[in-house]
């Protein structure tokens, strides 16, 4: 008699984990921070346009050579594109299942809407696609220069930025997604340390606090730049 052969598997520690609510949120709150600290820097980087363009497009050139020798001619440039990549598509992928997994589990509404749930909570599902459909406007306006407005000019960032920011739509498109940004950090950032671990009773209040203050510099950093091209500080 021939013996059974057995031919299921079980699935993977990482395929368990990601198949898992908790797995989910675990990546959402890791590819998030990754963005966070990102956004961090790339705001830092954004406010050197009122140091003038040479100084802005000295800094953006120097995004280009990060590394050298070592590193090729945007090599480092490419592996943070392609780091910031992987995030976002993780990040949409498990607020996009856990989405559903929450819908087909209460398919019916909540008579009385929870009292807790902040607007940036209630916001947040709208907040992610305001901010997926910014970062494909920001890529085609400044980056590949498809959208842009006035004449993309490679290798002039500063006159790109002053460009787009003299047209009223690209100024509301930038302040819009930056107030939809600041709402996601309010509540991403306590959403993330809960999910990390890191939150507890003790620290709820200075967790809130940071992700409260975070939004804020974050919002404020980076809708300055229309702002200064607006009223002529930046031009």
Same mark, same amino acid.
């Given at each position: 008699?021939?013996?059974?052969?057995? &031919?299921?598997?079980?699935? =993977?520690?990482?395929?368990?984990? /990601? !198949?898992?609510?908790?797995?989910?949120?675990?990546?959402?709150?890791?590819?998030? %921070?990754?963005?966070?600290?990102?956004?961090?820097?790339?705001?830092? +980087?954004?406010?050197?346009?009122?140091?003038?363009? !040479?100084?802005?497009?000295? *800094?953006?050139? /120097?995004?280009?050579?990060?590394?050298?020798?070592?590193? $090729? *001619?945007?090599? &480092?440039?490419?592996?943070?594109?392609?780091?910031?990549?992987?995030?976002?598509?993780?990040?949409?992928?498990?607020? *996009?299942?856990? =989405?559903?997994? !929450?819908?087909?589990?209460?398919? =019916?509404?909540?008579? $009385?809407?929870?009292?807790?749930?902040? @607007?940036? &909570?209630?916001?947040?599902?709208?907040?992610?696609?305001?901010?997926?459909?910014?970062?494909? /406007?920001?890529?085609?306006?400044?980056?590949?220069?498809?959208?842009?407005?006035?004449?993309?000019?490679?290798?002039?960032? @500063?006159?790109?930025?002053?460009?787009?920011?003299?047209?009223? @739509?690209?100024?509301?498109? *930038?302040?819009?997604?930056?107030?939809?940004?600041?709402?996601?950090?309010? $509540? +991403?950032?306590?959403?993330?340390?809960?999910?990390?671990?890191?939150?507890?009773?003790?620290? !709820?209040?200075?967790?809130?606090?940071?992700?409260?203050? %975070?939004?804020?510099?974050?919002?404020?950093?980076?809708?300055?730049?229309?702002? +200064?091209?607006?009223? +002529?500080?930046?031009?």
């Amino acid at each position: 008699m021939a013996l059974a052969t057995r &031919t299921d598997r079980r699935p =993977s520690m990482a395929r368990t984990m /990601w !198949d898992s609510s908790v797995g989910k949120k675990t990546v959402m709150a890791v590819s998030g %921070l990754i963005m966070l600290l990102y956004l961090v820097v790339h705001m830092i +980087g954004n406010l050197k346009i009122y140091f003038g363009a !040479d100084e802005f497009n000295h *800094y953006a050139h /120097w995004l280009r050579t990060v590394g050298e020798p070592f590193m $090729h *001619y945007e090599w &480092t440039l490419w592996i943070v594109r392609i780091v910031l990549v992987v995030a976002v598509v993780a990040h949409a992928t498990s607020a *996009y299942q856990l =989405s559903r997994r !929450d819908i087909r589990a209460r398919p =019916s509404k909540y008579v $009385h809407s929870r009292p807790r749930a902040s @607007y940036a &909570t209630r916001t947040m599902r709208w907040g992610g696609i305001i901010l997926g459909l910014f970062i494909v /406007w920001h890529i085609l306006d400044l980056t590949t220069g498809t959208v842009h407005s006035g004449g993309f000019q490679p290798g002039h960032p @500063y006159q790109n930025v002053v460009d787009t920011f003299s047209t009223w @739509y690209g100024d509301v498109i *930038y302040i819009v997604a930056m107030l939809a940004l600041g709402l996601h950090i309010r $509540h +991403g950032f306590w959403s993330a340390a809960q999910t990390l671990g890191v939150g507890s009773r003790a620290r !709820d209040r200075a967790l809130k606090t940071t992700a409260n203050v %975070l939004a804020l510099l974050l919002t404020a950093g980076f809708i300055a730049v229309p702002v +200064g091209v607006m009223t +002529g500080v930046v031009s």
